[in-house]
């Protein structure tokens, strides 16, 4: 279950307009009792909401992701954005000096603050 769970936050996360209930037990290859079981989960979760969806006099569901605004102070460290939000370089997080040098400031203020 919590595979599918993942899988299914994840499909719906990568589709701005949302994902149809009734498309979504496909994308899963799960039954639609078991992706109605995965739905409440997110909903109740609250990452996901339902909004009703009427096509060709059929009325269905579309899920989509419930977008949380950012707290500045994950994003920031001395005063700079994380790099990776504006990045175009081939990325290997692992090597990369651009976000090592911006964790290093991150740590740098969480010691001073703490
Ligand atoms: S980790 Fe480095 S290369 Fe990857 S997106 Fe962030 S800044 Fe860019």
């Known amino acids: 279950m919590a595979d599918h769970l993942e899988k299914a ?9 949302g994902v149809l209930q009734s498309e979504l037990w496909k994308l ?3 039954d639609s009792r078991k992706c109605s079981r995965i739905v409440k989960k997110l909903l109740d979760s609250g ?12 009325k269905t569901f579309t899920l989509r992701a419930v977008k949380k ?5 994950l994003i920031l460290a001395g005063g700079e954005l994380i790099p990776c939000i504006c990045c175009d370089r081939e990325c290997v997080v692992n090597s990369c000096n651009l976000l090592l040098d911006w964790m290093y400031q991150l740590a740098i203020e969480e010691h001073t603050e703490s």
């Open 9 to 17: 936050l994840r499909i719906i996360q990568s589709s701005r307009d």
């Open 28 to 30: 899963l290859g799960v």
């Open 47 to 58: 990452l996901v909401e339902r909004v009703e969806f009427k096509g060709d006099g059929i």
């Open 69 to 73: 605004s950012i707290r500045p102070a």
